[in-house]
């Protein structure tokens, strides 16, 4: 079995006015389906590969073979990137329980959460994505990425991610990234990133 572009749990538009229909038709139709794509191409030659997970793959980019490592740690790591993306956008939820407690401890705050994850998300030079993650001994922290590397390279489980390549958001907002970052608070569903948090921990 290959693998295929993730469907959405929401229509194209439930994000407006914070992520608009369009961007949000061109990134996953597009953007996510050439990554798919790729990806599948790449272990082509490989086809064991095609019946592990695609996050267990990238988590051990160093077993994939040279010839093809590249290709898969780009493509497979957009294709892994997008897709828990698309899992932790929605909206109506609100950040509570055991995540809350959890940031508050680990960052001293939810407000000093935000503004490192903003920072993290603004200063990124160029293509990448910023994260929350979560280590092996359970204690969260922010990171940042290039392009589409994943901290699953880095030992750290990632439950909340924000794109910041520019197709993820220039129609809406140009130039003016950190409006974007803003924005994103408004679509966020804690409750996948609360879960995901919960399976991060009880691995």
């Known amino acids: 079995m290959t693998f295929e572009l993730p469907k959405l749990d929401y229509e194209y538009d439930s994000l407006e006015p914070h992520i608009d229909k369009q961007t949000m038709i061109t990134h996953h139709t597009k953007h996510h389906q050439a990554y798919t794509d790729k990806f599948n191409a790449a272990l082509k ?33 957009g294709y892994i990137n997008h897709a828990l993306f698309w899992h932790i956008l929605g909206t109506g939820t609100k950040l509570s329980g055991d995540l809350k407690v959890a940031i508050e401890r680990d960052l001293g705050s939810v407000e000093n959460f935000k503004e490192a994850f903003e920072n993290a998300a603004a200063t990124q030079f160029g293509s990448g994505w910023a994260w929350l993650v979560v280590d092996s001994e359970g204690k969260l922290s922010v990171t940042k990425t290039s392009n589409q590397d994943s901290p699953l390279t880095d030992g750290l489980t990632p439950i909340l991610c924000l794109d910041v390549w520019e197709h993820a958001y220039y129609l809406k907002y140009q130039n003016k990234r950190p409006d974007y970052i803003k924005a994103f608070w408004n679509v966020v569903n804690w409750d996948n990133v609360a879960e995901l948090y919960e399976n991060a921990t009880q691995e």
């Open 45 to 77: 030659a490989y086809p064991e590969f095609y019946e592990k997970r695609a996050e267990e793959i990238i988590a051990n980019i160093a077993n994939v073979p040279k010839d093809v490592r590249t290709a898969v740690r780009n493509n497979g790591g």
